[in-house]
């Protein structure tokens, strides 16, 4: 099973970044999946989750801001990430899971990097 993130990179204030990954080896419609992040030195943090059904889930500090979907035709699920704030820079990571990782897969992760 392999999960691949893209998207990441360097972004201002208020910007906005829209994260994919990519899944293979599974079957995807069949698992919630979301995306987490974590900065060097401190915890992991779940961020968003989507269920098999399309319910989505959100951390408080990204609601309003992040948009989750997903295309099982495409076996791809998407992170929206607008108004972005200096506070969300971290490696993104998708992952198994709807409010939390549920501890069957992980991705490589992708930086973001939001400037003040």
């Known amino acids: 099973v392999q999960l691949v993130e893209s998207g990441g990179g360097l972004v201002q204030s208020g910007g906005s970044l829209r994260l994919s990954c990519v899944a293979s080896?599974?079957?995807?419609?069949?698992?919630?999946v979301g995306w987490a992040r974590q900065v060097p030195g401190k915890g992991r943090e779940w961020v968003s989750g989507?269920?098999?059904?399309?319910?989505?889930y959100y951390v408080d500090s990204v609601k309003g801001r992040f948009t989750i979907s997903r295309d099982n035709a495409k076996n791809t699920v998407y992170l929206q990430m607008n108004s972005l704030k200096p506070e969300d820079t971290a490696v993104y990571y998708c992952?198994?899971?709807?409010?939390?990782?549920?501890?069957?897969?992980w991705g490589q992760g992708t930086q973001v990097t939001v400037s003040s």
């Open positions: 992952a198994s899971g709807y409010t939390h990782f549920d501890g069957v897969y």
């Open positions: 080896g599974l079957t995807f419609n069949s698992y919630a």
């Open positions: 989507i269920s098999s059904d399309g319910t989505s």
